[in-house]
Each structure stands twice: as structure tokens, then as C-alpha cells.
């Protein structure tokens, strides 16, 4: 883990979906750290630094699945091959990878894909991995062919019904345990998907581990901007990755976060 | 044996949470509490929502971190909030408050003095706006009139938190006194300082300067108590770089009645309460001492 930007040259982007784009840049573990699936990079464009989730840990290599969504990001997906960004990092509190021979179901909704892509990778090979993979539409769906080549049972899913199971994931969830049973379950999406997942997780008795987000000034555990009600937790450091029984002790769970100035909304 | 007392203001231990850290919601400071801090300060607030300078706006350096945070904070309003969910039984909690002018400062006394056993006056962050932070502190003129101000609209005791970056610290802290100040801390971070990341050639600080906080600005600190401790007799907490409970009997040794703790959090976490309460108190029975009281100021001839 480094505290510092470490400058780094973006060797590949990939176009994923019409609104979301993966980097590739080199990263040598010695140096700098080999980063656990679930853990995030802070990333500078000499504009403005942002957290972003880990989507994938190579050989001495990190990418990182940006969706175009603000004036950051806009300009994150301008950059091109060759150009360089600062990466701090890693930082957080990551899922828990121990896990051998088990029934693992993994839930991304939307660009959440991105750490449910690096967990799902790392526990495939060991493991019996389900995912599913949500998004509002056939275009925008992430991940859903590089896992499969992995041997994961990947269950696309789209609000619209314009590929694979047409609902929510919350639905596409209940359907798969309606004959199937899994051991553990990695969740990560828009909040309000994650509060649905987690009723029926709890319902099903499976224990499952959370990523969640929230405005990050310092990523040091310090400034106290990413704290959440009402353990006081910093998503920066105790965080973003949470087990369910801590779930139930974030009560600003699916109800409010703050903006930089700390206002809620 | 390990309580003192700052204007008859009972801290269960000398040590406190520091302003601008973990500050910012009622929910971490009532950890920071439970975690074996007496008191807190709170990130330093105002009577209007700022959000601050834009990201980087914390960098690691050699021996601490630079931030230029920008003292962004919710607002008054949205702020008096969170102070009424602070756990108070046994605890103090001391609210941080800036702005530019006397009314301001006297306009966020009254909003808060109900809230909380003590108030800060941030007159000293290195990287606050024309007017703000270290701008007042650095004048003897301006902090007189701010802390007088301070001190005429409160009920509760006013605690002046001092810049080390002026030319003669007892000079403002002799002022401070005089305008009323119940209380000494010292000091804000030093600086500004700067990083500079050399393979784009820029500041890494998108406000380019930055208040330095951690290990390396301790010897400084220590230094200001000692010296602020020999020009007013008003009491002294001291803040800057403590890590261990060896820093902590610096500090008192110079003349702190207590002592404010930030960066170490970044290394240590949040046990960094608990663990120096406990090494402290073993250090007070090896040495003999009786309570804190007796220990304040003794490096002093």
C-alpha cells in the first residue's frame, strides 16, 4: 500500500459496455502491493482524485471499471493508451477470499460489477462460483463473458428483459435459491439493490459480505468524511467491504450518505 | 489516576480526540469516546455548508501527512445535530468553530454553547481562506478581537488553538489570554508545506499548500508548550505528532494539562486511546507519580 500517487501509464482500455470502460496499468506488487479483490485505488487525473474499486488483479497488473457518470469520470473515459494517471492505494478492507470448495453466489449490479469481477475471478478456480450480473440493459452488462470463460455460472440479467433473466437481480436471486443453496455471497451495487439482496440473504440464512461507497477525501482514515451512522465506521479504512451482521449496524444503510461538505441527502 | 482537569473541566484522562479528524459525525466521535478518548474536539465547523478544496487534498510525506482539507463542514445547522447524538456521560466534548469576523465567532457560540462542555476557536489552519484559520492567529489585533468576542457571547470555557507558523507564539498566546481565552491549544498543523510529485512536475494538493501534521512536527510542539507554559497562566493542551504515551509525558513535562491526538489514528487506529492510557498509567506507578496534576510543567527549572 502506498500513500503517496504513484504515477502509472494506462496500457489498455477496454470499451465494456456503450458507458463503461476498464484501464490497464502495470502495478509490481513488490513495491507497491498486491491488492486483495474488494480493496480500491484512489486515482488522480492531476484534476481531482476519486476512489475507484479494483476490477481486476493480474501479474504485477491492476484495472480499474469506470462508468461514465460526472464530470470526473467524463473525464477519465477521454484518457487514452499512453496516458498517465496517479493511483494511491490500495486501501480498505476486502472481501474474504479463504474460502475452498464452497457454494459461492456473487451479485453486481451495474458498474458494482467491478469488485464482484475481481472476487469472482480469484475464487473461481477453488470454488463453485455463481453470478449474477445486472444491468438495466443487454448493452450495458458487465463482465458477463470473461467470467463464464472462467467457469462461472454467470446469470445475466436485465431490467428490460433484453438478455437473460428479465427483472432485478433481487428476482433473478430468489429464483436461483428457489433450488439451489449457496454457503456465501459477495453483493455489490446501487444501495437500494443491496438493501434487497441482503433481505433476502438474511431471509435464506446466508452470510454474505457488502462493498459499499461513499464521498472519500483522505482514503488515510483520518479525515473522518466517509464515517457512517452509527458505529462511526470509515468506509476507507473498516470498510467498503462489510459481513452482514455489520450491515444491520449501518443505519444509514440504503437511507442517506453526505456530500463533501458532510450535508446528508 | 490518570484524571485532570482543564477549567474545572473533568477529563477522565488527558487525552482527546484532535479537531479535523474523525470529527465530522456524532457516530465516529462516540466511537473515538468508547475507544478511550475523554474527550473530543470536532472538526471545525461554520455557520454556513462549505465543501471544501477539491480532491487531493491529503498527502503522506516522510514523518506525517499534509492536508489541505479546506474545513469543509455541513453547517451550523446540520451540525448541532450531530453535537446532540455525542455521548456527554463522562465524556467532554469541545466544539471546533472558525469563521472570519467577531460576529460570526460569537453568532456560532451561541448556536452551540448548550451542546458542549468547551469550545475551540480555529483561528490557526494554515489552509484556510483569505480571512479565516491562521489569518486571524497570525495577528495579535484579529485574535484579540476574535477571542474577545468568543469569550463575551460564551457560558462555557473558550479554547484558543494556536499556529506554530508565526514569528512569536507567546506574543498571540499572551494576547489570547488577555482577550479572555480559558484555554491554550497549541499547535495546528505547521506550514504550509508542500509535495511535489516529480514525475508530472505539480503539486499533488490541489490547493498546492497544506498544513503538516504527525511525527515530524512534534519537537515543535513540544517546544511551543514549553514556552507558551513560561508566558501565560492559563492551562495548556498540547497537540502535534503524539503517537505513544512517551509523547504524551513530553507534552505534560513541558506543561500541557492534556493532549489532543489526529495522525496517529492513520497508523495506530483507533486503539491508540486505549493503548497510551494504558502504558501511561503503567509509566505514572514505575515513576511515582500520584496524578497528572503533579507532572504538569516539570521540565521547567
Redesign the interface.
Known amino acids: 500500500m502506498i ?3 504513484k ?1 502509472v501509464e494506462i496500457k489498455e482500455i477496454v470499451d465494456e459496455t456503450p458507458t463503461i470502460r476498464t484501464f490497464r496499468f502495470d502495478w509490481d506488487f513488490k513495491t507497491l502491493g498486491k491488492p486483495s479483490p474488494g480493496e480500491f485505488v ?1 486515482v ?1 487525473n ?5 476512489p475507484m474499486s479494483i476490477s481486476q488483479i493480474n501479474d504485477n497488473e491492476l484495472a480499474i471499471t469506470v462508468k461514465n457518470i460526472g464530470e470526473f469520470t467524463s473525464q477519465l473515459h477521454e484518457l487514452n493508451t499512453g496516458d ?1 494517471i ?1 493511483v494511491r492505494g490500495s486501501y480498505g478492507t476486502g472481501f474474504d477470499v479463504s474460502f475452498k470448495g464452497k457454494k459461492i453466489i456473487a451479485v453486481g449490479g451495474g458498474v458494482g460489477m467491478a469488485p464482484i469481477n475481481a472476487v469472482s475471478s480469484h475464487l473461481a478456480s477453488d470454488n463453485n462460483v455463481t453470478v449474477i450480473s445486472a444491468a438495466q440493459t443487454k448493452d450495458e452488462l458487465l463482465f458477463a463473458d470473461s467470467l463464464d470463460k472462467l467457469g462461472v455460472d454467470v446469470h445475466p440479467c436485465t431490467d428490460d428483459g433484453s438478455f437473460g433473466f428479465k427483472g432485478f437481480a433481487t428476482d433473478c436471486l430468489r429464483d436461483l435459491l428457489e433450488t439451489s443453496s449457496y454457503d456465501y455471497a459477495f453483493v455489490c451495487g446501487p444501495e437500494i439493490m443491496m438493501k434487497g439482496i441482503f433481505e433476502i440473504l438474511e431471509d435464506a440464512g446466508i452470510p454474505a459480505q457488502y462493498s459499499l461507497e461513499r464521498y ?10 466517509c ?8 468506509i476507507c ?1 473498516e470498510g467498503p467491504v462489510f459481513e452482514n451482521d455489520k450491515i444491520n449496524q449501518i443505519t444509514e444503510f440504503a437511507q442517506y450518505r ?7 441527502y | 489516576m490518570l484524571t485532570t482537569d482543564i477549567c474545572e473541566v473533568e477529563f477522565r484522562n488527558p487525552l482527546m480526540l484532535a479537531a479535523g479528524i474523525m470529527g465530522s459525525n456524532a457516530s465516529s466521535m462516540n466511537w473515538i469516546l468508547k475507544s478511550g478518548a475523554a474527550g473530543v474536539v470536532s472538526k471545525s465547523f461554520s455557520l454556513n455548508p462549505h465543501p471544501g478544496y477539491v480532491n487531493p487534498t491529503t498527502v503522506a510525506v516522510d514523518g506525517g501527512i499534509i492536508n489541505a482539507i479546506g474545513l469543509s463542514n455541513p453547517g451550523v445547522w446540520n451540525f448541532k445535530e450531530e453535537l446532540a447524538k455525542i455521548n456527554r456521560r463522562g465524556n467532554v466534548v469541545i466544539a471546533s468553530i472558525y469563521g472570519a469576523t467577531p460576529d460570526e465567532f460569537a453568532a456560532l457560540v451561541g448556536e452551540v454553547q448548550g451542546l458542549v462542555d468547551m469550545i475551540e476557536l480555529n483561528i490557526s489552519c494554515p489552509h484556510a481562506m483569505d480571512g479565516y484559520g491562521a489569518s486571524i492567529g497570525q495577528s495579535c489585533d484579529l485574535s484579540h478581537t476574535i477571542v474577545s468576542a468568543a469569550k463575551d457571547a460564551s457560558d462555557v470555557p473558550i479554547i484558543a488553538k494556536l499556529t506554530p507558523n508565526v514569528t512569536d507564539i507567546c506574543e498571540i498566546a499572551v494576547t489570547c489570554e488577555d482577550a479572555g481565552a480559558d484555554a491554550l491549544s497549541l499547535i495546528n498543523t505547521l506550514g504550509p508545506g508542500m509535495k511535489i510529485n516529480i514525475d508530472v512536475a505539480k503539486p499533488v494538493l490541489s490547493n498546492r499548500f497544506g498544513g503538516m501534521s504527525g511525527k515530524a512536527i512534534k519537537p515543535i510542539a513540544v517546544s511551543n508548550v514549553y514556552s507558551v507554559f513560561e508566558a501565560v497562566d492559563i492551562p495548556l493542551i498540547g497537540v502535534g505528532g503524539i503517537y505513544s504515551f512517551e509523547d504524551v509525558v513530553e507534552f505534560i513535562f513541558a506543561g500541557a494539562r492534556a493532549v489532543q491526538i489526529g495522525t496517529a489514528i492513520m497508523d495506530e487506529g483507533v486503539e491508540v486511546f486505549s493503548k497510551i492510557n494504558q502504558d501511561l498509567e503503567k509509566f505514572m506507578i514505575e515513576k511515582g507519580y500520584d496524578s497528572i496534576d503533579e507532572m504538569v510543567g516539570i521540565a521547567h527549572d
Open positions: 500513500r503517496e500517487p504515477i484512489m488522480w492531476f484534476n481531482n482524485e476519486k498517465k496517479g472519500m477525501k483522505c482514503a488515510l482514515g483520518v479525515c473522518g468524511q464515517c457512517v451512522d452509527s458505529e462511526g465506521w470509515r479504512v453526505r456530500n463533501a461538505s458532510g450535508v446528508k
